[in-house]
């Protein structure tokens, strides 16, 4: 993990860590919330609710996005208590008892992931927590989660090459993003790519992937920058891509540099046309931010876009729209973790159905496998990886700020978690039940995607 850019825990003040660590106390216990506001218990739990961590950052440069993550959690878990929305049938939380959520916010730095996360888990004994969006806060509480033995489920695609038993991945893995997305790139834009993206893990690890499956198809890589998280001037960069001459740029920025650099690109003179954005970060959510004339005629890779033609996404977007306001959007990542709450409360459930306490244990048992018909389609959690069944679909952005899709995979894609064009055969399998050994897997074959079945 790259952390020169995030201040040490050290350097932010005795009162301002004081006050983002005692929000797992203070303000964390929220039962009840109108619009995202937070309140502090007015709700009526009933007896021995399920007490669960929400980790997201609502302030800091991540805030963009990962705020609404948070809504949509939100959504979900008042549905799930209210027997609402696709939880109607269900009975009013898990067999009668509602969830308590306890909500912290890490103001996008990574030290306070790491120091809430053993807050959640050691003082208010959460029994999972749902969170985290960059992979430079999941590999700063990945340690906590493991030394712990307590779960994490993490809504955001990443750059794979990970398996955890603590943690339960429902965004893509490469092969449900970046497998699809170059070589539409390579026979619709050409042959040459400029890769950025903001100076972390997950965007280096991306282009990585990214460079390796344009290489294969006979493509070529022109440039490769990145920039520091937060950073909102990109001139020199954007002079390099226009020296460089590419058939198309791939973005790996996130959070507050995603508006700038589109502005700013547009603002230099470069027409979607031209040198189209292909990005993997950019959402619903920033176009929104940015204004969409300067999106329009770029691209992005997704399982899920706010245009989705099925009935539970209108349902989904009317019901969130209601909640948080007409004028909000849906966007990939907040599906992910709308949809991955419902497959923890089947989880829950089906524990409880059992005869078995809700503990990690149990959790992470009966949450492999999961089914649920989400927004974006049928999806599943794999049993054997721990990552998610996810559409691969490309949309094309237009002057409304949606995306007309452009690309869909026919169901649900298997991940795998491991990047097959970097490790060949390597493949995440675990025991049942999971006795946390090491579940990698060098099978030597060359693996086939595989759909899963809409049954």
């Known amino acids: 993990m790259n952390n020169k850019y995030q201040p040490p825990l050290s350097s932010l003040g005795r009162r301002k860590f004081l006050k983002y660590s005692s929000l797992a106390v203070g303000t964390g216990i929220l039962a009840a ?3 995202g506001a937070s309140s502090t218990g007015d709700e009526d739990l009933g007896e021995n609710p399920i007490k669960i961590g929400i980790m997201y950052s609502t ?3 991540i805030a963009i996005v990962e705020k609404s993550l948070q809504d949509a959690t939100f959504l979900a878990l008042e ?16 067999e009668g008892r509602k969830i308590q959520k306890v909500v912290v916010n890490p103001d ?25 969006y960059t992979s430079a806060s999941r590999k700063s509480v990945l340690p906590v989660f493991e030394e712990k033995d307590s779960i994490l489920y993490y809504p955001v695609y990443y750059e794979g090459n990970e398996c955890s038993s603590n943690v339960f991945y429902t965004g893509a893995a490469p092969n449900q993003q970046i497998t699809d997305s170059i070589p539409y790139c390579y026979e619709n834009f050409g042959a040459k790519g400029f890769f950025i993206g903001s100076d972390y893990i997950y965007p280096k690890e991306s282009n990585r992937i990214a460079k390796a499956e344009l290489e294969k198809i006979g493509g070529k890589v022109v440039g490769d920058e ?25 973005s790996n920025l996130v959070g507050d540099s995603i508006p700038a650099f589109y502005r700013q690109f547009k603002d230099a003179g470069i027409t979607a046309e031209q040198i189209p954005i292909m990005a993997y970060p950019t959402t619903e959510e920033e ?9 329009e005629g770029h691209y992005t890779s997704f399982n899920y876009f706010q245009t989705v033609d099925t009935p539970e996404n209108k349902a989904f977007v009317a019901q969130f729209k209601e ?27 089906d ?62 894609v298997k991940p795998i978690a491991w990047s097959q064009t970097l490790y060949p055969g390597r493949v995440c399998n675990r025991p049942v039940p999971d006795d946390r050994s090491n579940p990698i897997k060098e099978t030597g074959k060359d693996l086939q995607v595989k759909y899963l079945e809409k049954t």
């Open 59 to 61: 302030t800091g440069t």
């Open 33 to 35: 919330c109108s619009g």
């Open 79 to 94: 549905q799930i208590n209210t027997n609402t929305g696709p939880w109607e049938g269900n009975g009013e939380g898990i």
């Open 226 to 250: 990145y920039a520091a998280l937060g950073t909102t001037e990109f001139i020199t960069i954007i002079n390099k891509i226009k020296q460089a001459k590419p058939d198309f740029v791939l």
């Open 323 to 349: 909640k948080f306001g007409k004028n909000r959007v849906t966007n990939g990542v907040m599906e992910a973790a709308y949809l991955q709450t419902f497959f923890m409360a089947q989880a829950m459930r």
């Open 287 to 295: 176009i929104l931010a940015m204004g969409t004339e300067y999106a």
């Open 351 to 412: 524990a409880i159905k059992a005869g078995e306490e809700i503990d990690t244990k149990s959790i992470r048992e009966y949450t492999r496998g999961q089914k649920f018909q989400a927004p974006q389609g049928l999806v599943k959690m794999d049993p054997d990886n721990y990552h998610t069944y996810l559409y691969s679909r490309i949309g094309r952005w237009g002057a409304d700020g949606q995306a007309e899709i452009v690309f869909a995979t026919p169901a649900a």
């Open 108 to 132: 996008s730095n990574w030290d306070l992931y790491n120091q809430m996360s053993k807050r959640l888990i050691d003082e208010d004994q959460v029994v999972c927590v749902l969170g985290c």
